[in-house]
C-alpha cells in the first residue's frame, strides 16, 4: 500500500527545496529526505540531481543512485545486481580484526574465505582493518553471480589504488557444489566468514509492518542475495567448513534458529571434532552471528567474540 504524504509535509518540504517532496515517501521523514537531498547535491554534479531525485522517489536505494556506500573505512562501489553491505555486517567485521589482530599468533598471513562475497565488502574490510592493526592476510572471495564478482574485482581495483594488497582474490563458485574448495584451488585457510542469504521466502514476501523487507530493497536488490535459510548453513558447513579443515568461522544469521541449526549440524557431521560454537548480538540487540572454532586450538579466543551467555558456549562434548 502506497502510504499517504500530508499536504502539509509536502508544504513544508517545498519551503526548504523544490527539489525535497519527491524525497519524502522514499526517505519516509522530512528529516531523512533533508538528508538525501544533501548527499545527492554533494556528491553529483548538478546535471544529475533531477535523475537521481526521480529514481529516488521511485524507490530505487540512494547507494545505487550515488555508486558507493561506507563500509568501515572504504567506499564499497554498489550497483544493481549486488548487494548494498549493512551496517550490521560490518559492525562484525571490524569487532573480529580487532579481535585477531589482539589474540592471533601465528607470524604466518591469515588465510581467510569468504563465502557469498557480494561486492567484496567482507574481504576488503577485513584485509584493511587487518593491515592497519600490521597483520596480514590471504583473503579469497566467491559468489555464484557473475555480476557481484564483477563488481568486487571493481572494487578490489578501487582498493588497490589505496592499499598494498598482493593476497586478495575473487572468483565465482557455489556453495552449494560439493567441490567447490578444489575448484577454488584452496587448500588451507584458517577462518571461513560469510554473509549467506538468511532471510526465508515467507519474511521476504511479508509486508513491511509484519517484519517484512523494505519497499526499496524488495524492488531493487538481488532476491538471490536475500532469499535463503537453514540450506545454506547446512552448505558452508558441509562442503566449506569440514573439508578445509579450517579452525574457525563466523556466519552471519538473521535468527536463533539459524545458530541452533548451525551448531547441531556441525555437532552430526564432523562429530570427531570438539567444536565449540557460540552467538552474539549486534548493537542493535537482534541476533547477528554464529561462530565456531575448535577447543584446545588457537582460534579458542574467538569466545571472546561471543554473547557470554549465548545459548550453544556450554561444553559441547560430541
Ligand atoms: C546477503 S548477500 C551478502 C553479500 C556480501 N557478502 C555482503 O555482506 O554485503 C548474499 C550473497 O550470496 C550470494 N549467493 C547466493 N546464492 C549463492 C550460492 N549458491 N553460492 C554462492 N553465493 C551465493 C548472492 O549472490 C549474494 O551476493
Not at 136 to 157: C, P, Q, W
Not at 210 to 223: H, Q
Amino acid at each position: 500500500m502506497m502510504t499517504r504524504i500530508s499536504r502539509s509535509l509536502i508544504r513544508q518540504a517545498s519551503k526548504y527545496s523544490l527539489y525535497l517532496p519527491p524525497l519524502l515517501r522514499a526517505a519516509g521523514s522530512l528529516e531523512h529526505a533533508k538528508q538525501e537531498l544533501r548527499w545527492i547535491q554533494n556528491e553529483l554534479p548538478k546535471h544529475k540531481w533531477i535523475d537521481a531525485i526521480t529514481r529516488r522517489s521511485n524507490f530505487e536505494p540512494l547507494q545505487y543512485i550515488l555508486g558507493t556506500q561506507p563500509f568501515g573505512s572504504l567506499d564499497i562501489i554498489c550497483k544493481p545486481g549486488v548487494l548494498i553491505p549493512r551496517w550490521e555486517t560490518e559492525e562484525w567485521c571490524i569487532k573480529l580484526t580487532e579481535i585477531l589482530s589482539k589474540n592471533y599468533k601465528q607470524s604466518q598471513p591469515l588465510k581467510i574465505l569468504d563465502a557469498c562475497t557480494g561486492s567484496g565488502c567482507i574481504p576488503l574490510l577485513l584485509h584493511s582493518e587487518l593491515n592497519n592493526r600490521k597483520r596480514t592476510a590471504k583473503v579469497i572471495g566467491f559468489d555464484f553471480s557473475k555480476r557481484s564478482i564483477e563488481i568486487a574485482r571493481e572494487n578490489l581495483l578501487e582498493y588497490l589504488k589505496n592499499h598494498d594488497a598482493n593476497g586478495i582474490t575473487f572468483d565465482v563458485a557455489d556453495v552449494f557444489d560439493p567441490e567447490v574448495l578444489q575448484k577454488l584451488n584452496i587448500i588451507n585457510i584458517d577462518i571461513i566468514t560469510s554473509n549467506p542469504p538468511y532471510i526465508p521466502f515467507a519474511d521476504y514476501k511479508a509486508p513491511t509492518k509484519l517484519n517484512g523487507v523494505e519497499k526499496s530493497v524488495r524492488l531493487y536488490e538481488p532476491r538471490t542475495a536475500l532469499i535463503g535459510d537453514l540450506e545454506f548453513y547446512q552448505a558452508l558447513i558441509k562442503n566449506l567448513v569440514i573439508p578445509s579443515q579450517c579452525k574457525a568461522f563466523v556466519f552471519e544469521v538473521g535468527y536463533a534458529e539459524q545458530v541452533e541449526f548451525t551448531s547441531s549440524i556441525l555437532k552430526k557431521l564432523d562429530s570427531n571434532v570438539n567444536w565449540r560454537t557460540g552467538s552474539f548480538h549486534d548493537s542493535a540487540g537482534n541476533i547477528r552471528a554464529v561462530v565456531g572454532w575448535k577447543a584446545n586450538t588457537e582460534s579458542e579466543f574467538l569466545e571472546e567474540f561471543c554473547d557470554k551467555d549465548s545459548y550453544s558456549m556450554k561444553e559441547m562434548n560430541y
